[in-house]
């Protein structure tokens, strides 16, 4: 069973190849997402990592989460799943007035 890990706090420098090899460390990573601005193509400071085995995934959380990359300490555990909370207003079309 495979394991999505989130990983916040990161370099604005930092890069998924970067990344990527941190986690190889612990076993096989299926894919690593640094997300950016859609405006400005800056990174926003996290992350998520897949990792195909839940276990070695836990054990990659366990040892790196507080481990500096790139002057900062980062904050890694196990992704949550996504839900809507809201956030940004929808237009419906329909006038407020």
Known sequence: MSIKIYVGNLSFNSSESELQ???????AVDSVKIIVDQFTNRSRGFGFVEMQNREEGLKAIEELDSRDLGG????????????NSGGARRDTGRSRW
Do not use: C, D, H
Request: no cysteine; hydrophobic share 30%; glycine share 10%.
């Open 72 to 83: 900062r300490s980062l904050k890694i555990n196990e992704a949550r799943p996504k839900t």
């Open 21 to 27: 090899g941190l986690f190889e460390a612990y076993g």
